[in-house]
């Protein structure tokens, strides 16, 4: 991807607890060397199915969005965020409907595009997926760009929809998605990224050497006095 510059998407799957979350932090902090930006999302299972479940956390922290602070404090931050990389006359369409994404609203009372969609579902989502769209491409010109998706398992169509839309929309660009889930991912979503060649990598028990290499690099890396 950062070579080419080409869009890519690798699916991680595996059972629980089979090592899905080491790989990625590996992965995340090797690139992260190489001046990459990563969005990181984690799917909650309380929240299976719900619209941009697992992309909206990606967003949030991208934007460093808190849940605790004031609702004027996020809509700052997803302008600034959004201001970083987009086109200045682009920035307040983008913030608004990115915003209802990752559950921030902007007032529609002086934008007459944001007022219409509310008006309109199908309009709402083509404006969603145009300004979702806008920002990762802004984003992949200014530098790579890794969209992390985890417990993607727990995941949702419009998240689904939108990512497989940036991969697809001009494909010459430095963007790779990682998916991580668990097995049952192919029941939920059988034909998950099925258009973008996506290469799966089914990750299976560690032999007991590599066992015995894990365990001693995590003692290492422990604190002395620490049980």
Do not use: Y
């Not at 802004?138 to 998706?149: N, S």
């Not at 839309?165 to 059988?190: G, N, S």
Request: hydrophobic content about 45%; aromatic content about 4%; some cysteine.
């Amino acid at each position: 991807c950062i070579a080419e510059p080409v869009t890519r998407v690798a699916l991680v799957t595996g059972p629980g607890g089979i090592g899905k979350t080491r790989l990625r932090n590996e992965l995340v902090a090797r690139l992260a060397e190489r001046g990459v930006e990563v969005w990181a999302g984690r799917a909650d299972s309380m929240r299976t199915g719900s619209p941009f479940a697992v992309l909206a956390p990606a967003l949030r922290r991208a934007a460093g969005l808190l849940e605790s602070e004031p609702l004027e404090a996020k809509r700052r931050k997803l302008r600034a965020r959004v201001a970083r990389h987009v086109r200045a006359e682009d920035v307040p369409r983008v913030s608004e409907f990115v915003g209802e994404i990752v559950a921030v609203p902007f007032s529609d009372e002086a934008s007459v595009q944001l007022r219409a969609a509310r008006r309109d579902a199908v309009l709402m989502g083509d404006q969603v997926r145009r300004a979702f769209l806008d920002l990762v491409v802004a984003e992949t010109r200014a530098q790579p760009l890794l969209l992390v998706l985890e417990d993607l398992h727990h995941g949702d169509s419009p998240s689904i929809e939108l990512v497989d839309a940036a991969l697809r929309t001009d494909p010459e660009k430095p963007l790779m998605v990682l998916a991580l889930a668990r097995p049952e991912i192919h029941d939920r979503f059988p034909r998950l990224f099925a258009e973008r060649d996506v290469q799966e990598v089914r990750l299976g028990p560690l032999t007991r050497r590599a066992a015995e290499r894990l365990v001693g690099d995590a003692l290492a890396q422990r604190p002395l006095g620490k049980e």
